[in-house]
């Protein structure tokens, strides 16, 4: 069946880099896009990017000077990569399918 | 960005009971393409979302069918015809007609 599932590191200092990696299984990664998503502790939710199918990405404009979004296909992961991390970047941070099938989230702390 | 705003932000039910929830657009969502890419989540405490509704009315696999979306242009509704347990949570409506995607504030479904 569809799963996705989101690792890190769950402590970040601030100014350094956030790397996330969300392992799908039980599809193809050049059949459907995954898309990012956060959600600071209390509030509400954020588009962050998304990689296509044939492998092209968008970013939301607030981001994309920060934000890149890769894949291995052959290992079945996508990868996000986020720097200049401040405070206000403490979210839960999920993937998911085309918003169909969604990952349990990853609980990110940044710390001063 | 377009703005989504949902009304009310928190909403109180009795079990059984029909509820409506507003999302307004700051920005038609009418694509060229002839879609309106506008969808409807629900979030309950401590889950990651669920997608209910996609281009506006197309209720979600799985999904039971009190639940239902209408609306065009700027102005969307999300409709539950008989409030059950299970329904509660955080209400969030997203556009993906125009980037960077949006989600709404959120509406809170609490038990009257």
């Known amino acids: 069946q569809v799963q996705l599932k989101e690792s890190g590191p769950v402590l970040v200092q601030a100014s350094e880099t956030l790397s996330l990696t969300c392992t799908v299984s039980?599809?193809?990664?050049?059949?459907?896009?995954v898309i990012w998503v956060r959600q600071p502790p209390g509030k509400g939710l954020e588009w962050m990017g998304i990689?296509?199918?044939?492998?092209?990405?968008d970013y939301n404009s607030a981001l994309k000077s920060r934000l890149s979004i890769n894949r291995d296909t052959s290992k079945s992961q996508v990868f996000l990569k986020m720097n200049s991390l401040q405070t206000d970047d403490t979210a839960i941070y999920y993937c998911?399918?085309?918003?169909?099938?969604w990952g349990q989230g990853v609980m990110v702390t940044v710390s001063s | 960005d377009v703005v989504l705003t949902q009304t009310p932000s928190i909403l109180s039910a009795t079990i059984g009971q029909s509820v409506s929830i507003s999302c307004r657009s700051s920005?038609?969502?009418?694509?060229?393409?002839?879609?309106?890419?506008l969808y409807w989540f629900l979030q309950r405490p401590g889950q990651s979302p669920q997608r209910l509704i996609y281009?506006?009315?197309n209720l979600g696999s799985g999904v039971p069918n009190r639940f239902s979306g209408s609306g065009s242009g700027t102005d969307f509704t999300l409709k539950i015809s008989g409030v059950e347990a299970e329904d509660l949570g955080v209400y969030y409506c997203?556009?993906?007609?125009?980037?960077?995607?949006?989600f709404g504030g959120g509406t809170k479904l609490e038990l009257k």
């Open positions: 998911t399918r085309e918003f169909v099938y």
């Open positions: 039980g599809f193809s990664l050049t059949n459907y896009g």
């Open positions: 990689i296509w199918r044939n492998g092209n990405t």
């Open positions: 920005q038609s969502l009418l694509d060229s393409d002839g879609n309106t890419y």
């Open positions: 281009l506006v009315s």
């Open positions: 997203m556009q993906a007609t125009h980037a960077p995607w949006t």
